[in-house]
């Protein structure tokens, strides 16, 4: 197993330019999430997708738009790109949200300039 | 909104010595998870506490939830340099979890 998959690895965007970042994962979670992480802040919660067919806003989703195209995959879109949104975007899954223990992808590294 | 707090931000430890990261929450949370990322990695689940004063260990690790559920602490014995990296606390309350700064740990040799 796989477990969670993300794509791409590194990303270098102009500012305006938009963009998909693929998440998927092979462990039949009913839950996804998508979170940011910047220096001296954690991880930040972007927006998650508690069972197939739905999707909430979590603490950042401004400049981003998801879709969770099926149980496997759950994918983040930023139309515009912005220099604020610099930073590591992780994808993670589980079982049944928020309760249980959350697996991470690898992580995308984007950088907006 | 809730916040969850973790000090302190950054521990550096002689190998061999003990120390302490602590997780405080304004309010009561439903349970608590703890992660660690190491450098250039990602997180990784550690423990999920959910008793008011749970105590749990896994090999050097101490795990406690505190009776008021509002606070947790990860306490290593004898750390090593296997034990770098940053470690996370996420606090869950009405169904929404939130992840403390962390606590970045350096080990000297």
């Given at each position: 197993n796989a477990g969670v998959t993300q794509t791409p690895k590194f990303q270098v965007l102009k500012t305006g330019q938009s963009m998909t970042l693929q998440c998927a994962q092979?462990?039949?979670?009913n839950s996804m999430y998508w979170y940011r992480q910047d220096p001296g802040m954690g991880l930040r919660l972007i927006y998650y997708s508690a069972s197939e067919g739905t999707t909430d806003k979590g603490e950042v989703p401004n400049g981003y738009n998801v879709s969770r195209?099926?149980?496997r995959e759950f994918s983040l879109r930023l139309e515009s790109a912005a220099p604020s949104q610099t930073s590591v975007y992780f994808c993670a899954s589980s079982e049944?949200?928020?309760v249980d223990e959350q697996f991470f992808g690898p992580g995308t590294r984007l950088t907006v300039l | 909104g809730q916040q969850v707090m973790q000090i302190p931000q950054y521990q550096h430890v002689q190998e061999g010595e003990d120390f302490t990261t602590y997780c405080n929450s304004s309010t009561t949370l439903s349970n608590i998870q703890w992660y660690k990322q190491r450098p250039g990695g990602h997180p990784v689940f550690l423990i999920q506490l959910v008793k008011s004063g749970e105590v749990k260990k896994q090999k050097r690790l101490t795990f406690q939830f505190g009776e008021a559920k509002k606070n947790s602490s990860l306490h290593i014995t004898?750390?090593?340099?296997?034990?770098v990296g940053t470690y996370f606390c996420a606090g869950l309350r009405r169904y929404k979890l939130s992840f403390g700064a962390g606590t970045t740990v350096t080990v000297r040799a």
């Amino acid at each position: 197993n796989a477990g969670v998959t993300q794509t791409p690895k590194f990303q270098v965007l102009k500012t305006g330019q938009s963009m998909t970042l693929q998440c998927a994962q092979d462990m039949n979670h009913n839950s996804m999430y998508w979170y940011r992480q910047d220096p001296g802040m954690g991880l930040r919660l972007i927006y998650y997708s508690a069972s197939e067919g739905t999707t909430d806003k979590g603490e950042v989703p401004n400049g981003y738009n998801v879709s969770r195209l099926n149980k496997r995959e759950f994918s983040l879109r930023l139309e515009s790109a912005a220099p604020s949104q610099t930073s590591v975007y992780f994808c993670a899954s589980s079982e049944v949200a928020w309760v249980d223990e959350q697996f991470f992808g690898p992580g995308t590294r984007l950088t907006v300039l | 909104g809730q916040q969850v707090m973790q000090i302190p931000q950054y521990q550096h430890v002689q190998e061999g010595e003990d120390f302490t990261t602590y997780c405080n929450s304004s309010t009561t949370l439903s349970n608590i998870q703890w992660y660690k990322q190491r450098p250039g990695g990602h997180p990784v689940f550690l423990i999920q506490l959910v008793k008011s004063g749970e105590v749990k260990k896994q090999k050097r690790l101490t795990f406690q939830f505190g009776e008021a559920k509002k606070n947790s602490s990860l306490h290593i014995t004898a750390t090593q340099t296997t034990d770098v990296g940053t470690y996370f606390c996420a606090g869950l309350r009405r169904y929404k979890l939130s992840f403390g700064a962390g606590t970045t740990v350096t080990v000297r040799a």
